[in-house]
């Protein structure tokens, strides 16, 4: 094994993420977070542990699958754990992890905002589209 220099070590220490830069693995952390599924999944775990179907009810239009494979994603970048209790029938509740707390007041800005100004989005939409017609 070669030997670094101090300032070798440095600057391997200095790894600076830009979401900018095309290459940077944050972009991956930032497409996930923008995915609405953990978006709507992260709201629904802040009022704690849930199970699947529970889940499933909370968040309206999320199919077993999707919501699934939003589970495991959450489970695999470490925000969610999964405990699986050993009973008839067998009993698996999602909760946030102490990683995925701190997303929290991000993603629940986010659905705030979103609920907040819905109605100013949807008529700039119904401009939008009305100017896209008078064009055609």
Not at 41 to 48: P, Q
Not at 111 to 130: C, L, N, V
């Amino acid at each position: 094994m070669p030997t670094r220099s101090a300032a070798q070590r440095q600057a391997e220490a200095k790894v600076v993420y830009d979401a900018f830069v095309a290459t940077c693995p944050t972009r991956q952390v930032f497409a996930t977070l923008s995915d609405k599924w953990v978006g709507l999944t992260v709201n629904a775990l802040s009022g704690g542990p849930m199970r699947h179907g529970e889940l499933r009810k909370k968040i309206a239009g999320a199919s077993q699958k999707m919501l699934t494979q939003t589970l495991r994603l959450l489970e695999r970048d470490g925000l969610v754990t999964r405990t699986v209790t050993p009973t008839v029938p067998l009993r698996v509740d999602y909760e946030l992890t102490q990683l995925g707390w701190t997303l929290v007041p991000v993603m629940a800005a986010v659905k705030k905002w979103s609920e907040t100004h819905i109605q100013e989005i949807m008529a700039a939409r119904d401009d939008y589209e009305a100017s896209e017609l008078r064009k055609h």
